[in-house]
């Protein structure tokens, strides 16, 4: 069974998702999904990669971080509403 991990927060950030909602991110097997708490719906934003990423970070503009198999770094930003991969690679000490 795939293992489900969850960053919450409890505020209304301007500008969270296209209709200003309060939202739950979480990843699901290799996919990184948002739940929207008002509608009660939840939406698969996009594939993460082969691996299951093991954290999520929410920065103070409510941008949730993560990597990707390869090290990139890649960010859910709620105010563009998709995925954006960094074209940087993270090394590895």
Same mark, same amino acid.
């Given at each position: 069974?795939?293992?489900?991990?969850?960053?919450?927060?409890?505020?209304? /950030?301007?500008?969270?998702?296209?209709?200003?909602?309060? +939202? %739950? /991110?979480?990843?699901?097997?290799? &996919? +990184?999904?948002?739940?929207?708490? =008002?509608?009660? &719906? =939840?939406?698969?934003?996009?594939?993460?990669?082969?691996?299951?990423? &093991?954290?999520? +970070?929410?920065?103070?503009?409510?941008?949730?971080?993560?990597?990707?198999?390869?090290? =990139?770094?890649?960010?859910?930003? /709620?105010?563009?509403?998709?995925?954006?991969?960094? /074209?940087? %690679?993270?090394?590895?000490?």
């Amino acid at each position: 069974m795939a293992e489900t991990k969850v960053v919450t927060s409890d505020r209304n /950030p301007k500008g969270a998702g296209r209709s200003g909602h309060n +939202f %739950i /991110p979480y990843l699901k097997a290799l &996919q +990184f999904y948002i739940y929207d708490i =008002r509608s009660r &719906q =939840r939406r698969d934003i996009g594939r993460i990669g082969s691996v299951n990423a &093991q954290v999520l +970070f929410m920065d103070s503009r409510h941008r949730i971080w993560t990597s990707s198999d390869y090290g =990139r770094l890649i960010r859910y930003d /709620p105010e563009r509403d998709r995925l954006e991969t960094s /074209p940087y %690679i993270l090394v590895m000490l």
